[in-house]
């Protein structure tokens, strides 16, 4: 199997991932607003839609895809302003319907599946860091040379996805153990809202901000 790295290489590239998955971003922002939100089913769809967004980047390195889109300023720029558009408009909702969202749990709406996995994938899609922590990622554990780098490249996005994962259920799951006292609190819950505004916001101005070198 050369699609497979040696095992120091394994180990040292789980321990990055986990080091990584821990890391507040946009991703894990969203996942804990809607699992405080909508409960934690809704937030496990989130994570599903950012993981097939990270499924798209692995792609897109193994392949070189991702080095055209940053290397050409058009394509760049057009990605960075819809990713800060996108966030600034989660950060509207957060505002406008996240404690209304919070008194009552919603997961079984019709349809809330749906929107939550997509709201994960274009949350994900959206972010040229993503591409660029991609494309400086996962080269670093391959070598140039290797006759089996593109499967390597697959493999390990794959494995970073599925390495990350109990980070992410962690993280939904204490939001949503949470989620229970924070909705006596109403006062509480409505400043959340405006911290995760203000969290969104605040990615979306570092995206704008995003050179490709």
């Not at 290397?71 to 408009?89: D, H, I, R």
């Not at 972010?127 to 089996?148: C, G, H, R, Y």
């Not at 794959?158 to 006292?181: Q, R």
Request: aromatic residues 12%; positive net charge.
């Amino acid at each position: 199997m050369d699609f497979l790295p040696s095992l120091p290489t394994l180990l040292a590239f789980t321990a990055a991932t986990l080091l990584l998955a821990a890391t507040p971003g946009p991703d894990m922002t969203l996942s804990i607003s809607r699992a405080l939100s909508q409960g934690k089913a809704a937030a496990f769809f989130v994570v599903i839609g950012t993981s097939l967004g990270c499924v798209v980047h692995t792609l897109l390195v193994a392949f070189g895809i991702s080095a055209l889109i940053t290397a050409s300023p058009t394509a760049f720029m057009v990605l960075k302003t819809g990713g800060a558009a996108y966030l600034f408009w989660l950060a509207v909702q957060a505002i406008r319907y996240g404690s209304s969202l919070s008194v009552r749990k919603v997961e079984d709406t019709g349809g809330s599946a749906l929107a939550n996995i997509s709201t994960g994938l274009w949350v994900n899609l959206l972010n040229p860091k993503v591409i660029i922590f991609f494309m400086t990622f996962l080269p670093q554990f391959v070598t140039a040379n290797d006759p089996a780098v593109t499967q390597k490249l697959l493999f390990l996005g794959f494995f970073f996805i599925v390495a990350a994962m109990p980070v992410n259920m962690l993280v939904i799951l204490t939001a949503d153990w949470l989620s229970g006292w924070l909705q006596r609190k109403k006062s509480v819950m409505r400043g959340i809202d405006y911290a995760f505004a203000g969290v969104f916001s605040i990615f979306a101005v570092k995206i704008l901000l995003t050179q490709t070198r």
